[in-house]
Nanobody, 123 residues
Framework: QERLVESGGGSVQPGGSLRLSCVYSDFTFKYYAIGWFRQAPGKEREGVSCINSNDGSDGQTSYADSVKGRFTISRDTAKNTVYLQMNNLKPEDTGIYYC?????????????WGQGTQVTVSS
């Protein structure tokens, strides 16, 4: 059973929007940070955004400079889900988007990963 499952990817035109969802089946991930990463063809995986747990870290969020002002990460603890709202999408946002879990954002390699969802931005 996958512990993290992404959904919501698809194909959109530049300027469009998508909302990605990351559902975690392990209730302990409620106390974990959840990060979003992406990997474009021929490029290394990069961190996009991260949200800490609401316990202790007050749900702090962070974003890569390339997505600030366009992407918003949020968490619905009742649904065991973390969302990534992506607005004003650009062709360079194209890639496979993964969510991952770790005790704290950006504290080394994330421990648990989903299978990814494809996002394609093209006219």
């Amino acid at each position: 059973q996958e512990r993290l499952v992404e959904s919501g990817g698809g194909s959109v035109q530049p300027g469009g929007s998508l909302r990605l969802s990351c559902v975690y089946s392990d209730f302990t991930f409620k106390y974990y940070a959840i990060g979003w990463f992406r990997q474009a063809p021929g490029k290394e995986r990069e961190g996009v955004s991260c949200i800490n747990s609401n316990d202790g870290s007050d749900g702090q969020t962070s974003y890569a400079d390339s997505v600030k002002g366009r992407f918003t990460i949020s968490r619905d603890t009742a649904k065991n889900t973390v969302y990534l709202q992506m607005n004003n999408l650009k062709p360079e946002d194209t890639g496979i988007y993964y969510c991952a879990a770790d005790p704290v954002c950006w504290n080394g390699e994330f421990d648990y990963w989903g299978q990814g969802t494809q996002v394609t931005v093209s006219s």
